[in-house]
C-alpha cells in the first residue's frame, strides 16, 4: 500500500487495515511464507506511522481484547510506546504460549527493557 492511501484513510480504516495486517503476517510466519509476512509487515507499519501521525494510536487500544492473539500481540508490542501500562501484562501474558507469539512477545519485552526497541 502506498503511503498516500494510508493517509488519506480513515481512523476505523486503518485500524481494520491494521488488524488485517498482523492476521496476514501471523498466517504468512506460520507457512513459512516471508514474502507475504513482510508485505503484511509494511501493512501493519504503515498504518501505524499514520495513526501515530494523527495522534490515534490510542486508538488500538481495544485490539486488545481481541479473539486473535496474532493481533493482540502486535497491539501490545506497540502500545509499549505509548501505553506500557497496557502493553506489557499482554505481552507477559503471550510470552507464557508456545509458538511464535509466543518467542515474538518475549524478544519485544526484552528489547523494550533494554531501551533497544524501534518503532515504525
Known sequence: MSTRKFQKASIEELIQWYAEGAVAAGRALNAGDSRSANRAADKIAGAYRELRSRGATSQLLPLLQSQDETIR??????????APELGEPVLLWIAKRPGLNGLAAEYALKAWREGTLKFP
Open 73 to 82: 500481540s502486535h497491539v501490545a508490542a506497540h502500545a509499549l510506546e505509548f
